[in-house]
């Protein structure tokens, strides 16, 4: 009967290590996925804001085209 406890207690063990390796993957996996979400967006609100000057300035180009006319 001993035997078979320890053998139940192993496989619970394993099969709780496995799991816990397959959590920290998970975890590790999702922070990975994260920071490259925020890069992406740090590059959109970079390229937002260049489009955002460039229409400023065409914006005052166009005003004092109209000013002149």
């Given at each position: 009967m001993d035997k078979n406890i320890g053998e139940q207690?192993?496989?619970a063990y394993e099969a709780f290590r496995q799991?816990?390796?397959e959590r920290d993957h998970a975890v590790k996996e999702l922070q990975?996925?994260?920071e490259?979400?925020?890069q992406q967006i740090r590059e959109q609100q970079e390229k937002i804001e260049l489009q955002n000057s460039i229409i400023a300035k065409l914006k005052s180009?166009?005003?004092?085209?109209n000013a002149n006319r």
């Open positions: 207690l192993n496989r799991a816990c390796m990975q996925k994260t490259n979400y925020m180009q166009l005003a004092a085209l």
